[in-house]
C-alpha cells in the first residue's frame, strides 16, 4: 500500500495555525502551546472519560487492554465542538491527543462516526494524516523545535528534561526538530 501524501502546501498551512494562534494567545513564538488552555480559547469543551457515569463502555474505553486503545475523539453538537478525552493516559499523551483532536477542528474535517460496529475506528486516511501533522506543529511550532534543538545541543537541557518542562512527549520534540530541519540549520548557521 502507498504511503499517504499531505496535499500540496499543507505543510506551510501547519506552521501558518501554530504562529497565528501563538499570536492571538500572546504566547512567544518559540514556546511550546499549551493544547488546554488552546482548546479554551477557542471554546472548546474537554470532557475526560472519568468525569461521565459509570457505564460499561466507559471502562473499556478507560482500559489498557489489547485491542482497546482510545486517546481521544472530536465531537460535535450543531456547530459547537467538543472532545471526549482518555484522562487514564500518560499526561504528555492527553497533550498529543487534544492538539490532534484539535487539529481535526481547525481544519473542519468532516465528522465520522467514532466508532463502527465490533468497536473500530472510523476515520479518512487524509485527514488523520493531516492531524497527524497540524497537533504536533501546534505543541511545537517551528522557532520552537529550533529553540528545542540549541537548548539540547547546547545542554541546557536533555531532551527528557525539555519534555518534562514542556509537557509534550519526547517522540513528539524529536520529530518536529527533525521535520524542521534544525540540525541542518544549526550546521549552516555556524
Not at 463502555?57 to 453538537?77: D, N, P, T, V
Not at 534543538?149 to 526538530?177: K, P
Request: hydrophobic share 45%.
Amino acid at each position: 500500500m502507498p504511503k499517504q501524501k499531505l496535499r500540496r502546501g499543507f505543510v506551510t498551512e501547519a506552521h501558518w495555525w501554530a504562529s497565528s494562534l501563538r499570536k492571538e494567545m500572546k504566547v512567544v513564538a518559540d514556546a511550546p502551546l499549551c493544547p488546554r488552555e488552546l482548546a479554551e480559547h477557542l471554546e472548546v469543551k474537554i470532557i475526560r472519560l472519568t468525569q461521565l457515569p459509570p457505564f460499561n463502555e466507559r471502562e473499556l474505553l478507560l482500559s489498557r487492554k489489547a485491542g482497546c486503545g482510545f486517546s481521544a475523539a472530536a465531537c460535535f453538537e450543531g456547530l459547537k465542538a467538543f472532545i471526549f478525552l482518555n484522562d487514564a493516559n500518560d499526561p504528555k499523551r492527553q497533550n498529543s491527543d487534544i492538539a490532534h483532536e484539535i487539529a481535526h477542528i481547525l481544519l473542519r474535517h468532516t465528522p465520522v462516526n467514532p466508532f463502527v460496529p465490533g468497536g473500530k475506528r472510523e476515520f479518512s486516511p487524509e485527514d488523520e494524516l493531516e492531524a497527524e501533522t497540524l497537533g504536533p506543529t501546534l505543541l511545537v511550532s517551528e522557532a520552537a523545535a529550533l529553540r528545542a534543538y540549541r537548548l539540547i545541543n547546547a545542554s541546557q537541557h536533555s531532551l527528557l528534561s525539555l519534555s518534562n518542562e514542556w509537557m509534550v512527549t519526547e517522540d513528539v520534540i524529536r520529530w518536529r526538530m527533525n521535520a524542521v530541519g534544525a540540525n541542518k540549520r544549526a550546521r549552516a548557521a555556524a
